[in-house]
């Protein structure tokens, strides 16, 4: 059984950073794809970014330049940093991982970007 942890949500001024975690246990293959996803009140979930073991990255464009993901593959580890936050960041955010045709889902952990 797969198993998604975050953390590292929280509550920030405008213009700060935060940095997410997501730790993945249980059988994980190496050919995966592990990313991040948010969904804002009344709204859609949407990717943010993610990130294949083979390295390719992708990002939502409202993120390109002050989000960066990165994995550490040794430990089934992701890492979303987020520099110059701004209040239509503010959602739950949701570590997602996929292998093959499965799919897993994090809890979610909230970030709360104030104006």
């Not at 797969?2 to 997410?20: D, K, M, P, T, Y």
């Not at 390109?64 to 992701?78: H, L, M, P, Q, Y």
């Not at 997602?96 to 799919?103: A, F, H, P």
């Amino acid at each position: 059984q797969v198993q998604l942890v975050e953390s590292g949500g929280g509550l920030v001024q405008a213009g700060g950073s935060l940095r997410l975690s997501c730790a993945a246990s249980g059988s994980i293959f190496s050919d995966n794809l592990m990313g991040w996803y948010r969904q804002a009140l009344g709204k859609q979930r949407e990717m943010v970014a993610r990130m294949h073991s083979d390295g390719f990255t992708n990002y939502l464009d409202a993120v390109k330049g002050r989000f960066t993901i990165s994995r550490d593959i040794a430990k089934n580890t992701v890492y979303l940093q987020m520099n110059s936050l701004k209040p239509e960041d503010t959602a739950a955010y949701y570590c997602n991982l996929r292998v093959g045709l499965r799919e897993y889902w994090g809890k979610g952990t909230l970030v709360t970007v104030s104006s």
